[in-house]
């Protein structure tokens, strides 16, 4: 037998989990399964696949992280609204098996958004300021609907990062969405005055963006994300507990269902 061949481990088969995950997903981006609608209990998913409820729960667990699903204060699943380019995000998965925190999270968003903010005050066209103002349109129409406003506030996000046209600045943010957003989705859901503080601040710094005033705009991006943090603190989250054991957490039931 040569060294060559004894380099390399056998390769086995993908486990059952990302079976699930990959064959929900599949729906989902084909279009088979649309935003909004019911998935199916966890009981139910548990039959169709004829899986055991710890590989349900793993897969949708994966799903939830790309955004593809969503569980609400009910612990019903629907689907959730595919934004592709972070289905398979090597990078964001390489955060959470470092256990990045929160407090972490937020201090390098922090960074990037007022970069970003600043160069779109100086470069926004108007086409993007005007995909500003549809957004944060869209977004006070979906109150109550936290799984789509999370998503258009993510989005928000990204149209500065569009309009400053620094391409090192959008690759640095890009693992960051996806870890920020089952947190934006519980700080919605649990504090009331998240949502109508969430649209001023958009407003306001969309409005700081249409007048070319980059120091307003700065500082109320500062304001806008010291809020999340404080929203964070405000549902009794941990700033320095890994990101990914928090998430875990805010999905696991108090017992199985029988």
């Known amino acids: 037998m040569s060294d060559t061949a004894e380099r390399f481990e056998r390769i086995n088969a993908a486990p059952a989990y990302q079976l699930v995950a990959e064959a929900i997903e599949k729906g989902i981006t084909s279009g088979r399964l649309r935003a909004g609608e019911p998935l199916g209990t966890e009981a139910e998913l548990v039959r169709q696949f004829g899986v055991n409820r710890s590989t349900v729960r793993e897969g949708i667990r994966m799903l939830e992280q790309a955004g593809l699903v969503h569980r609400d204060s009910s612990r019903r699943l629907t689907v959730g609204v595919p934004h592709y380019d972070r289905l398979a995000s090597r990078r964001t998965r390489a955060l959470v098996m470092h256990e990045v925190t929160f407090r972490e999270l937020s201090e390098a968003v922090l960074v990037l958004d007022l970069a970003a903010v600043e160069q779109a005050a100086l470069r ?11 957004n944060i349109a869209r977004t006070e129409a979906a109150a109550g609907n936290w799984p789509v406003v999370t998503e258009l506030d993510t989005q928000w996000h990204e149209l500065f990062y569009k309009a400053a046209g620094n391409r090192v600045l959008q690759l640095a943010r890009e693992p960051a969405p996806l870890l920020a957003l089952s947190v934006t989705q519980m700080i919605l859901e649990q504090v009331k005055e998240a949502l109508p503080r969430l649209l001023v601040a958009h407003r306001t710094i969309t409005e700081a963006v249409r007048k070319r005033d980059p120091e307003n705009a700065r500082l109320w991006m500062r304001r806008h ?24 957490q805010s999905i696991a039931p108090a017992e199985d269902e029988r």
């Open 225 to 248: 994300l010291q809020d999340w943090r404080r929203g964070f603190e405000h549902i009794g989250k941990d700033l320095d507990q890994p990101l990914d054991r928090l998430y875990l």
């Open 124 to 134: 926004a066209t108007p086409a993007v300021i005007a995909e500003l103002e549809a």
